[in-house]
């Protein structure tokens, strides 16, 4: 492994065990430097703010083998994924949710749901024709409800499962997208 993504791996552990019992517009760099034994230059080489260090942790954490969920049949497990990692990481997804992080949250969480998305809907204009532009719309608007819902699921500290929850979405998106997509679609 490259001593930068090793130095990168570093602050993310250093950064994730802090907001275990801090909240993160509480922690300074000079937390994150001190517990990797780095000099602040090193951290400011790697990383803007402690926010840019937030969205690497989510990103590298979660976005990985994503592609593989970018279908019809998997979506949900795609998503199913992505609760179970906030379920076991709930400390700093809440800690993140409470703090001024929270957009840095719902921006990487758009983005998840986006990518999902436009996989999914990718595969169903194989067979119905929709113009790109609607793809993109569709993808923009279901992508805004999953990160509503993936809030409110925060706001209430993760009480429903998972599995609860991936299959409530489930219910209202089933048959929605290509019945969607057979509205619209071009000649």
Request: net charge negative.
């Amino acid at each position: 492994m490259a001593s930068t993504y090793l130095t990168k791996l570093g602050m993310a552990e250093v950064l994730k065990n802090l907001m275990l019992t801090t909240p993160i517009n509480k922690i300074r760099i000079v937390d994150i430097t001190e517990g990797c034994h780095i000099s602040r230059h090193t951290f400011y080489n790697h990383f803007i703010d402690i926010y840019d260090l937030l969205g690497w942790i989510y990103k590298n954490e979660i976005i990985e083998d994503l592609d593989d969920y970018c279908h019809y049949d998997k979506w949900k497990d795609g998503i199913l994924r992505v609760l179970e990692y906030t379920l076991k990481n709930k400390k700093l997804c809440l800690n993140t949710y409470r703090s001024l992080g929270r957009e840095h949250l719902e921006e990487f969480l758009y983005s998840v749901f986006s990518h999902v998305l436009l996989g999914v809907m990718g595969e169903i204009q194989q067979n119905i024709h929709v113009t790109d532009s609607f793809k993109e719309e569709a993808s923009d608007f279901y992508a805004n409800a999953f990160v509503g819902l993936f809030m409110s699921w925060l706001k209430t500290d993760l009480k429903e499962s998972p599995q609860v929850f991936a299959n409530r979405v489930d219910r209202m998106l089933e048959g929605n997208l290509v019945a969607l997509f057979k509205r619209n679609e071009i000649e």
